[in-house]
């Protein structure tokens, strides 16, 4: 509450803490996240802007070509399709709109048509994002230059646990985009998939990396398992388990936007409507990338029963 820092011993502590008391963590979680956030809850949307044929390996994703979930694959959306989706997020309430694309990276012609786009996107008034992949300094310029606020690149996981998740790149070619971000002066948005198979340490690994990286916002997924992934056997995690992590990132990163995004449907469950008492203060609502989320009218008065505001 002070502004300190809590060292992993604390992390570890309050992921302990006893489901007894549990409501008391995250009444502190609460409490830390009024202090530096406020009463206001940020909302932004995504489209998949072309998805499936990913040559990339990572375990929990249905996009992947080594995968075989029978995902959608297309190439990018044309310009109407990307404003289309864009204006169903504005309408519902979203403050920013991210435009995602699957496989290593966008090409230098796919970079071309997003950029054109965006200035189009920021016009309807939301703040234009991108996730697009493994993307060098002059890329991300060029994106600046047309007017993205934000580039998202999660790290997914603790560096320790990330080979057993992705072997086609490494999680320090993903710590090299993220620098790449910040060295353009873009807004970054950096966070991780949990329920992977790995353990609190890791967990409290990936929260501790994050808060050196500095990131703006914090997104917090949780996996849906999905038949034909390498993780498609995996059971979910317990809601409790998922609202822990979330205080746990509250603690961790005090002043940063915590935004819950794919799984929290799914994962939570009845328990979903904790996820603001647990410490959270932004939403991805609408669908995910290959997965159903809520609906925005759903979202907003979520915010609005906690006394809260979009």
């Not at 916002?217 to 056997?233: A, D, M």
């Not at 940063?256 to 959270?280: D, M, Y």
């Amino acid at each position: 509450m002070s502004g300190g820092r809590i060292t992993a011993r604390d992390a570890q502590r309050i992921v302990s803490v006893p489901t007894a008391d549990i409501f008391s963590l995250f009444l502190s979680a609460s409490r830390i996240r009024a202090r530096f956030r406020g009463d206001s809850v940020d909302i932004c949307a995504i489209v998949n802007a072309k998805s499936g044929a990913c040559p990339e390996d990572c375990a929990y994703c249905a996009q992947s070509s080594k995968s075989r979930s029978g995902a959608p694959v297309y190439p990018l959306l044309d310009r109407q399709a990307i404003l289309e989706k864009a204006a169903e997020a504005r309408a519902g309430g979203a403050k920013r709109f991210c435009i995602v694309t699957s496989g290593r990276k966008t090409s230098a012609g796919e970079i071309d048509k997003i950029a054109a786009v965006i200035p189009e996107v920021r016009g309807l008034g939301l703040l234009p994002c991108a996730t697009l992949g493994l993307l060098e300094k002059e890329e991300l310029l060029s994106l600046k230059d047309a007017g993205l606020e934000r580039f998202h690149h999660n790290l997914e996981t603790s560096e320790r646990f990330f080979p057993k998740i992705c072997s086609t790149h490494t999680f320090r070619e993903k710590l090299k985009t993220i620098e790449a971000v910040r060295s353009c002066g873009l807004s970054l948005c950096s966070g991780g998939i949990f329920g992977l198979g790995e353990t609190w340490r890791d967990r409290i690994d990936l929260a501790s990396e994050l808060r050196d990286i500095g990131p703006d916002s914090v997104p917090v997924n949780f996996l849906i398992p999905v038949s034909g992934t390498r993780l498609g056997s995996l059971a979910a995690l317990e809601p409790f388990e998922a609202l822990r992590i979330i205080s746990l990132m509250r603690f961790m990163m005090p002043e940063k936007e915590i935004r819950v995004c794919g799984g929290r449907v799914q994962t939570l469950g009845e328990f979903h409507s904790f996820i603001f008492a647990a410490g959270a203060d932004g939403l991805l609502s609408g669908n995910y990338l290959t997965t159903t989320g809520r609906s925005f009218r759903n979202d907003l008065e979520l915010v609005r029963r906690h006394g809260l505001r979009a």
